[in-house]
């Protein structure tokens, strides 16, 4: 059978198949990490994907069970039940790809035309001689305003110390950066004119390495946060800060190598210089900002809950700590309110720019979780400790999204049917792992709408502590150790889809809505984009709706961040949005406690 070539996009996989291949297997041998927990049987349908050319077979019985009339017509399959008929290039959303490459850094790719903040030109400057005797900085200045248009005025004094004996080394040429009226710093004439975009999160930190001229992604990658050290939460950390003199410039000092050694990475990856980054843009929730910059917390964790600091902020590089070109900035989004920072600012704006209809609702479920209302031109936002338990902290077999760790899991006529990261042997719970597990536990009731779990299942035991429902015993499927879920495991779960299903319902209070209105659900963030949306609203956690109005978006924090460093408008359009945004503070919201403990409930 004739071999055809396949490009998943966007993780930039290609390579040939046989026709006799599924796309199910054309990806894992390319590397593609699609999810399957069924053996590729159609039934668990969690390998859709989206054919954007080419041929593939007929469609089979599961996939017309499956997607809706107009959802095949746009090219909607199942990777597990799709042969290639011809060349085709397959997109993979973020929730069919296995969790390891959910929790990075990919999301919708939104193209902004590049007009950025810093601009680089190249220049030849006249040689000093007995005649021309002017100071080099003036002759800089004078050459880049007169041949260019440009009206600097000033220059970067660290550039300055290191530029005289460069000059002469490059022969009078030079490439010059430019931010506003300030020359930022001087490189070689071929040199490349590099930005790094970061969503800061409170648990991982994702990178982006961005040519600022064409605005083209170089690299990306994805790192734990090591403040997690100090506190899995935003709330401890801040205690951390308060409750001890040295902790807070130990955060930061984790913070900065963790982003420097990411700017390192991401340049070797790419074969360029860390050295020639010029500009960068953060984007992080308020206590995440302040923390990086040394400002002021206690009052973030004291009513009325506001900010030192809400406006965008250009900084350099090297107040920051971050080791980038002698007088690079690093601009951070605006804050809105509270918990409300510029990850969230950064997630409208990419939200925004794709034009979303109707009654929209988009959350950025993490660790701390922001959910804003789109009605139109009226934006209204609330921020929820949602924790780190859909992370598998708290739990008591949870484990970072890494090899062996259970991913899905399916229950069916009383078996135990799990999927886990690379195929390996179980050795935890990941995030969607977990909320799998809770989901399939309620909806084979073992655990009540209360989140008690009952003595029905044989693989239901009391442990020393808790009851526990065992998902894999020791030795089975070679796990080095028994896997399960207990108790208290799922009071901790319960806690957490509470605080975020609570957000929502008291946004849409606030603004005189309903569930039922929304017309899109937009869910992004590092664990939003791999959960199983069947399972967040099979326990509660998302509104009772139609699964086609949701849609997972990756990162979009990280596209966002994107965006404003590569195009300055965009940072004008984050700081519009972000004063237009009105806060809503969870705690004083009326019916707060009602709501949250009816929010409790698996049934809710």
């Known amino acids: 059978m004739d071999t055809h070539r396949i490009d998943f996009q966007p993780v930039g996989r290609r390579g040939e198949s046989s026709g006799e291949s599924t796309l199910l297997v054309a990806a894992r041998q390319m590397g593609v990490g699609l ?33 809706t009339a107009e959802q095949l017509q746009d090219g909607w399959r199942l990777a597990c039940q799709a042969h290639p008929a011809s060349d085709c290039r397959v997109h993979v959303p973020p929730e069919s790809m296995t969790t390891p490459q959910r929790t990075q850094v990919e999301g919708m790719d939104i193209q902004v035309p590049p007009e950025p903040s810093v601009q680089t030109y190249r220049i030849r400057l006249q040689e000093s001689t007995l005649s021309n005797v002017r100071a080099d900085d003036e002759s800089l200045m004078q050459t880049l305003n007169r041949e260019h248009g440009l ?26 950066a430019v931010a506003g009226d300030e020359i930022i710093g001087v490189f070689p004439w071929q040199s490349p004119a590099l930005g790094m975009a970061v969503d800061l999160g409170t648990t991982k930190i994702a990178g982006y390495l961005i040519d600022l001229k064409e605005g083209k992604t170089l690299a990306s990658k994805g790192v734990m946060n090591p403040q997690i050290s100090y506190g899995e939460d935003i709330i401890s950390r801040i205690q951390a800060t308060l409750s001890s003199p040295t902790a807070g410039a130990d955060m930061q000092r984790a913070a900065v190598e963790a982003l420097n050694q990411l700017a390192s990475d ?25 923390l990086l910059l040394r400002l002021p917390v206690k009052q973030l964790v004291l009513a009325p ?11 350099k590089a090297r107040d920051v700590g971050l080791g980038f070109a002698s007088g690079a900035y690093v601009h951070f989004l605006p804050n809105i309110a509270g918990f409300v920072g510029g990850d969230h600012v950064a997630m409208l704006l990419a939200t925004m720019e794709a034009k979303p209809k ?23 936002s609330v921020s929820c400790a949602s924790g780190p338990a859909f992370e598998g902290y708290h739990i008591r077999h949870g484990m970072r999204a890494a090899r062996g760790a259970i991913e899905k899991v399916r229950i069916e006529n009383g078996a135990i049917r799990i999927q886990t990261i690379d195929d390996a042997p179980p050795a935890g719970l990941c995030g969607s792992g977990v909320l799998d597990a809770m989901a399939q536990l309620h909806l084979a009731g073992i655990v009540d709408g209360s989140g008690r779990m009952l003595d029905n299942h044989p693989r239901v035991r009391d442990g020393q502590e808790y009851r526990e429902f065992v998902l894999v015993e020791q030795g089975e499927s070679g796990a080095p150790m028994t896997v399960s879920l207990t108790q208290h495991d799922v009071r901790e779960l319960q806690l957490a889809k509470a605080a975020i299903r609570t957000g929502i319902q008291v946004l849409l209070a606030t603004n005189g809505r309903t569930e039922q209105e929304l ?15 069947a399972s967040a609203v099979a326990i509660g956690m998302m509104p009772n709706l139609p699964l086609e109005r949701f849609r ?16 300055s408008s965009q940072r004008k359009k984050a700081q519009a949005l972000a004063s237009r945004v009105k806060y809503v503070e969870l705690g004083s919201a009326p019916s707060f406690s009602e709501i949250f403990l009816n929010a409790c409930s698996l049934s809710a």
């Open 35 to 67: 999810s399957g927990i069924c053996g590729g049987h159609g039934k668990c349908r969690a390998c859709k994907v989206k054919i954007l050319e080419g041929k593939v077979s007929d469609l089979s019985p599961s996939e017309r069970e499956t997607f």
């Open 305 to 315: 809950f506001v900010p030192a600091v809400s406006r965008a902020l250009d900084c």
């Open 358 to 380: 109707g009654l929209v609702m988009a959350l950025d479920i993490g660790t701390n979780t922001e959910v804003s209302l789109i009605d139109g031109e009226n934006l209204s």
């Open 519 to 533: 017309d899109q659900v937009i869910i992004a963030g590092a664990f939003g984009s791999y959960i199983d949306v």
């Open 266 to 290: 991401l340049c070797g990856e790419a074969g360029v210089a860390v050295s020639d980054m010029v500009d960068a843009v953060i984007v992080s929730n308020t206590a995440m900002h302040h």
């Open 151 to 176: 009206s600097c005025t000033r220059a970067d004094v660290e550039m300055l110390r290191g530029f005289s004996p460069l000059l002469r080394a490059w022969e009078w040429k030079c490439q010059a």
């Open 552 to 567: 997972q978006v990756g990162n979009a924090a990280g596209m966002g961040a994107k965006m404003a460093l590569i195009s």
